[in-house]
């Protein structure tokens, strides 16, 4: 539990309090330090009983999530936006840098047995026996700029057919989503941009989107996915058949090692735990069924030194890049991880699967809620590193997960609750509203 609000907390809702009302004004940033502070499951019994001098109803909180007034996308499409102008101020020159935009679809289960809308089934029953996992599935876009910083773009959400004809909305495909994300996203115009995805991704419409955008993608190709000849005829050979295929004294060794790679900035690793990755891989621009003269790049990692190399080692991505080498497109396809470390630390600190709820456009809200906090982080971590003076302090900040970070802010916290203290003591009307919080908690 928490006494006082953090100021920065308060600076960090004054960015784009524009969008904000006057209730809301007053609310958000009680919420969003419940969020980050709670250590608890962030229910709604979790949240209501962090701040101790706000304490409020589960049913109020509840019904704070369930109203349609708060269009909680809306103001953080606004905080985005907010932050990303702030961080271009301080890097006023930022020239021709490089940033990368990963994309994935993320799956919050649900208990088979929860009463919910929008679900998927995740799991099916086995043997009829037991209920069948359900799932709500959003796409992310997870923009990562020159000097690490990481800011989440709004959420979309995926509905499906029956959610769809139920409430009378268009039915929009998984890659429509994750096109729409593409094409919303607010860079600088010097800045090039590097889209990584998944397979599932891989097709025309990802194709066309990044093209239009005059971005660059790189991604795995489809199993299936087969070369065509110069009049576009689709031939037999797929691209993972022809890959297979080459001789292994013909592919080119590659070696990372760990805090020495050009996008090392980007890993945000915090160890030395991490060994060298070694890759044998070849790129060649050749004709693709549907998608046009592309590059492709074959790819194997072994992981022992023995003499069979398994299939699973093999990999094809493929790429509208002309300017790339094979070694600086396999490191940029590396950073596709990142948005799933992204994921873990939501699922992990922030409490992305800690609805309880049955109302599923409060659990769009929910979310909102969640990305607004982990934002705050990243506005914490540029705050931290314009007060750093040692270059020592400046790297351990430049590195930190998001676990170090809620550390840094709970310190910053119980501060805050320290000097509320020492101020109550001076005056005993406050000291009185102390003592009455305490005794309602404790009751």
């Not at 998984?174 to 729409?180: M, N, V």
């Not at 069924?289 to 074959?298: D, F, M």
């Amino acid at each position: 539990m928490n006494l006082a609000l953090p100021s920065r907390m308060q600076s960090f809702v004054a960015l784009f309090s524009f969008s904000l009302d006057k209730r809301k004004s007053v609310i958000f940033p009680i919420l969003l330090t419940c969020f980050l502070l709670c250590r608890e499951p962030k229910s709604y019994a979790g949240l209501s009983r962090t701040m101790l001098l706000d304490t409020r109803n589960r049913s109020s909180v509840s019904k704070l999530f369930r109203r349609s007034r708060l269009r909680s996308r809306n103001i953080y499409e606004d905080a985005a936006a907010c932050i990303a102008e702030q961080y271009w101020e301080q890097e006023k020159n930022i020239g021709k840098k490089v940033w990368l935009l990963a994309i994935d679809g993320v799956c919050n289960k649900r208990g088979g047995f929860a009463k919910i809308e929008n679900t998927t089934k995740y799991r099916k029953k086995r043997k009829d026996k037991g209920p069948t996992t359900k799932a709500h599935t959003f796409v992310m876009g997870l923009l990562i700029t020159h000097t690490g910083v990481r800011i989440p773009l709004p959420r979309r959400t995926y509905n499906t057919r029956a959610y769809c004809r139920k409430h009378k909305k268009k039915y929009i495909k998984i890659t429509e989503l994750a096109a729409l994300i593409i094409e919303s996203a607010i860079v600088p115009p010097d800045v090039k941009v590097i889209v990584v995805a998944d397979e599932y991704f891989e097709g025309k419409l990802l194709d066309t989107t990044c093209n239009k955008r005059g971005y660059t993608y790189i991604v795995p190709v489809d199993s299936r996915r087969c070369f065509e000849d110069k009049n576009g005829k689709r031939r037999k050979q797929t691209l993972y058949e022809y890959g297979k295929s080459l001789i292994r004294e013909t592919l080119t060794k590659i070696v990372f090692r760990p805090h020495q790679e050009r996008t090392a900035l980007l890993r945000r690793r915090t160890g030395e735990g991490k060994k060298r990755r070694t890759y044998f891989a070849t790129s060649k621009v050749q004709r693709i069924s549907g998608l046009g003269e592309r590059t492709i790049v074959y790819s194997w990692k072994p992981r022992t030194k023995s003499r069979r190399w398994k299939k699973s080692w093999f990999k094809v991505l493929i790429s509208n890049a002309k300017d790339l080498d094979v070694r600086a497109l396999i490191e940029y396809y590396e950073l596709r991880w990142q948005i799933e470390i992204f994921f873990r630390e939501l699922k992990s600190f922030m409490g992305l699967t800690d609805y309880t709820g049955q109302d599923f456009a409060a659990y769009e809200r929910f979310i909102d809620m969640i990305l607004l906090a982990y934002l705050f982080l990243e506005w914490y971590r540029m705050q931290l590193l314009g007060e750093c003076c040692r270059q020592k302090n400046r790297a351990v900040i430049t590195s930190a997960r998001i676990e170090t970070l809620l550390r840094l802010f709970q310190r910053e916290a119980d501060r805050a609750s320290i000097e509320y203290i020492i101020m109550c003591g001076k005056k005993p009307a406050l000291m009185s509203k102390l003592l009455k919080s305490i005794n309602k908690t404790v009751v």
